[in-house]
C-alpha cells in the first residue's frame, strides 16, 4: 500500500492534510497507454473525489480492488472529511475511465469505457 498525503492549502500555505492509503486509480485495460488519473475536484475546490486502488499489486488488473472515495474541504476550521462512496454492484471501478464532479447537484459521474455514463449521488 502506498500512502498519498492530500494537502489542504490556505493562502498559499498548507493549513491540514489528509492520509490515504492506496494508489489513485488509471485506467488501462484495453489501450496501451494509461489514462489520467482517476481524480476531480468541485470548481469551488470543497470537493474531491478519487478513485483509489488498494490492491498493492497493479501488475494484475484482474485483481484490483478499487473505492471511490469523496473529501470535503472545509475552511473554518480547516479540516478534511473523508468519506467512501457506496457503489451499485453493476459498477466496476476498473471499467470506469473518466470522472467528474458536480458539486450544484451532488453527483459524481462515471464514464464507462463502453460508453456508459454513471451518475453516484453523494448529497
Do not use: K
Not at 32 to 50: D, H, K, N
Not at 111 to 123: D, I, M, Q, W
Amino acid at each position: 500500500m502506498v500512502n498519498t498525503p492530500m494537502p489542504f492549502f490556505c493562502e498559499n500555505e498548507i493549513c491540514t492534510d489528509i492520509l490515504l492509503e492506496g494508489r489513485v486509480g488509471s485506467y488501462h485495460h484495453t489501450i496501451p497507454v494509461r489514462s489520467p488519473w482517476l481524480v476531480s475536484s468541485s470548481p469551488s475546490g470543497a470537493y474531491t473525489v478519487i478513485a483509489l486502488d488498494l490492491t498493492g499489486n497493479v501488475s494484475d488488473e484482474s485483481d484490483m480492488f478499487a473505492i471511490l472515495q469523496l473529501l470535503h474541504f472545509t475552511n473554518d476550521p480547516p479540516n478534511i472529511q473523508p468519506c467512501q462512496l457506496e457503489l451499485p454492484f453493476f459498477i466496476d471501478l476498473n471499467d470506469i475511465c473518466s470522472i467528474a464532479l458536480d458539486e450544484r447537484r451532488g453527483i459524481v459521474y462515471l464514464s464507462h469505457a463502453r460508453g456508459y455514463l454513471f451518475a453516484v449521488p453523494y448529497a
